[in-house]
């Protein structure tokens, strides 16, 4: 067995670091309550998440069930896995079942196909804790996050890795100096399953270990982007602007890109004019690449981006944050519009059963304006997010006010529906109890009727059959939605 698994924690107060989001895990686990949220637990790997709810779990005397990413979680699957479990009760007498799915943030491609929509219909219907873990919170699937507790695991210090790996080596009886500590831990870069996998392998059959014996794929220190742009506005040595070029891994149109993105911060008026100057240049060079394919004309376009642009700022001081090209973030910003756009139409198809085009087409000034009219009622009947409400209101602010209030309502409402089977189990119980007592009465009288006192079940069946509809008006009941709602 690898070190990993051997020393996985089996207890929550086995776990390192995250003192805080383990303190929210207990809490939610013994307060947990049919009202209480899913948690929705992220984090880089190897930081503990999955050991966490193993050893809460484990804490709490719960049944695991656990779906990982390298199962199928197709619709069908997760509904027959999952779905059963999270409405029924454990056969073992436990008192909850703890579901848990890995890798919700890479739920996608047909393996997946459904996978998402079929997790977020089980965590409104739930009664068993379920616990959802992703590397990337802003890779779940919307209509997922919005119906967990959000709970974030960071990475865990060098000083807490050296002090761990400390004790796995005194258990296995192996001399470890400090440096190689140091070094392992550093190079894991907070991650505790890559630091005892490093320590592992670099402990096989041996007794002990010291900095030298230590094989691990260290930082990369190659030059970034960053280091290429601060050296140009720095006004480095050609020398090392040839070095950060040669090391950098972007290409020199996007290199060109990043640079000309500061030209214009430029105050000094010669400085910037002959900044463009370079540019332009290298831009001639880059379109001449383009239309002949002869790439080799590649090194003048970068020649002229990189030295000649530094040439302007020979002993200058760069003091501006480096940020991506700003062209990338309305890119970016144009293509989530396009998703929320996408999904809306998608949406809104399947509910009406309208091909996409002809929503995009015909249907969406309309749906626009049946938004607009009832914009509460529309946002929770469709389900929509805020990027979605805004494409039809065209009013962030006003979309934003709406997606909460329409939260609220949906809250509300899943509240009072949870009240409801109670209710009327307490007026069936009532009117069982008062058909009983007048038999009893009845019975005083003429004691020849006794049979009918052991039969109240008739009228507690009568009563039930009153207040629930029968299978015909199920039927009609329509599962679609229609136009003539609005």
């Not at 930081?47 to 199962?71: F, P």
């Not at 739920?107 to 965590?123: F, P, S, Y």
């Not at 914009?375 to 979309?399: G, M, N, S, W, Y």
Request: glycine share 4%; proline share 3%.
């Amino acid at each position: 067995m690898d070190w990993a698994e051997r020393y996985r924690p089996k207890h929550l107060t086995d776990i390192l670091g995250n003192d805080a989001a383990v303190r929210q895990m207990r809490d939610w686990a013994q307060n947990l309550t049919q009202d209480s949220h899913p948690l929705l637990i992220t984090g880089k790997p190897g930081i503990g998440k999955t050991s966490a709810a193993l050893a809460l779990a484990n804490d709490m005397n719960w049944e695991v069930i656990e779906l990982n990413a390298s199962d199928a979680r197709t619709k069908t699957i997760i509904e027959r896995v999952i779905g059963n479990s999270a409405t029924t009760t454990s056969l073992f007498g436990i008192e909850h079942k703890l579901i848990i799915i890995d890798e919700v943030d890479n739920l996608e491609g047909n393996a997946d196909r459904g996978g998402a929509r079929a997790i977020a219909e089980i965590l409104k219907e739930t009664r068993q804790p379920i616990i959802l873990i992703a590397n990337d919170a802003y890779g779940v699937s919307h209509s997922i996050r919005k119906l967990c507790d959000h709970i974030t695991f960071r990475d865990i210090a060098i000083s807490t890795l050296v002090k761990h790996m400390r004790e796995i080596c005194s258990t296995e009886r192996i001399s470890c100096d400090d440096d190689a500590l140091n070094t392992i831990a550093e190079g894991a870069a907070g991650d505790m399953r890559s630091a005892v996998n490093m320590l592992f392998a670099s402990t096989t059959g041996k007794t002990s270990i010291v900095s030298n014996d230590i094989n691990i794929s260290q930082k990369d220190e190659r030059a970034s982007i960053f280091d290429l742009v601060a050296g140009v506005y720095a006004g480095a040595s050609e020398k090392k602007i040839q070095k950060y070029s040669h090391e950098c891994e972007e290409k020199p149109d996007t290199v060109m890109q990043w640079i000309e993105e500061f030209a214009s911060t430029i105050t000094n008026q010669n400085q910037r004019r002959g900044a463009y100057t370079a540019l332009s240049r290298a831009d001639v060079y880059l379109g001449r690449t383009m239309r002949r394919q002869y790439y080799a004309l590649w090194r003048y376009a970068t020649s002229m981006m990189t030295s000649g642009v530094a040439k302007e700022f020979v002993g200058a001081r760069f003091h501006h944050k480096i940020m991506p090209p700003t062209r990338w973030r309305r890119m970016g910003t144009a293509k989530k519009q396009k998703n929320a756009r996408r999904t809306l139409v998608a949406r809104l198809g399947e509910d009406y059963n309208i091909p996409d085009n002809q929503i995009q087409k015909i249907y969406l000034d309309l749906f626009s304006r049946f938004a607009a009219d009832v914009p509460h009622i529309f946002c929770e009947r469709h389900d929509l997010d805020v990027d979605q409400l805004t494409i039809l209101l065209h009013d962030k602010i006003k979309a934003v006010a709406i997606f909460k209030e329409a939260q609220m309502i949906t809250k509300e409402k899943e509240i009072k529906m949870k009240k409801i089977p109670s209710k009327k189990h307490a007026i069936t119980q009532k009117i069982g109890e008062e058909h009983a007592t007048k038999l009893e009465k009845i019975y005083q009288k003429n004691p020849s009727l006794a049979p009918l006192i052991s039969q109240p079940e008739h009228a507690t069946k009568s009563a039930t059959e009153t207040l629930m509809p029968s299978q015909e008006e199920k039927k009609k009941t329509p599962t679609q939605a229609t136009l003539d709602f609005f």
